[in-house]
């Protein structure tokens, strides 16, 4: 999933998963979420996907319903390819991440 | 033939004071968080500048006006959010309720219906 994507990455010392970040440059919430994933030190990989092509965000929204059955919004953050979270809400990523005490 | 046009005759003052009057005429609360209310207003100033209009910030979708009118800024959705959540879904308009009890905004589900969306 999403091999072609043009993502950055932004280094961590935590690599224990595979995470993704499909943010909007213009995004409150998807800084607060960047924000929370430097504060953890998590690596991750990320796209401003309003950078893309129209293109590239249909198939990136293809791909991403084909795999998890639903939209994706702003922030979304995809852990192992596998559990997602839509929206920066801090407990649940927490949680995605295997983070919560 | 694409209708959005990309402007540059607004300053970030500009849109701060467009957020504040909105709120004003609506009876919303502008979030007090000062840097993430100046981050939804870049923002709005960055899609100002590339689509000629406040689309939604944390939204995105065709960038033309004919297609996006339901989320100009402050959205269609707006009022409703603020009913049911306390805080629309950007988390920059809140209910006064809402701005008075400390808590941050955060994600609230979508109410734009899929159909309107481009992809």
């Known amino acids: ?101 | 033939m694409k209708s959005n046009e990309a402007k540059n005759d607004k300053t970030l003052e500009d849109v701060k004071d467009f957020i504040r009057r909105a709120a004003r005429k609506y009876n919303w609360a502008v979030v007090p968080d000062e840097n993430f209310m100046h981050d939804l207003a870049q923002g709005l100033l960055h899609n100002y500048q590339r689509f000629g209009f406040y689309q939604c910030p944390c939204r995105d979708s065709y960038g033309e006006r004919e297609h996006d009118r339901d989320i100009m800024c402050p959205c269609t959705y707006c009022s409703d959010d603020i009913e049911e959540y306390g805080q629309c879904y950007c988390g920059l308009f809140l209910s006064h309720q809402f701005a008075a009890s400390e808590k941050f905004p955060e994600a609230i589900p979508e109410r734009r219906p899929d159909e309107k969306f481009p992809y």
């Open chain 1, 1 to 101: 999933m999403f091999e072609w994507v043009p993502f950055e990455k932004h280094k961590g010392s935590w690599k224990e998963k595979d995470v993704i970040l499909l943010a909007l440059s213009t995004c409150a919430f998807c800084k607060r979420g960047m924000e929370y994933l430097k504060n953890k030190d998590i690596e991750y990989r990320y796209v401003y996907v309003d950078t893309l092509s129209p293109e590239q965000k249909k198939q990136l929204s293809s791909e991403f319903k084909e795999k998890f059955g639903q939209r994706g919004l702003y922030p979304t953050l995809i852990v192992d390819s596998a559990d997602y979270q839509l929206g920066f809400i801090e407990k649940a990523w927490s949680r995605s991440l295997g983070l919560d005490s």
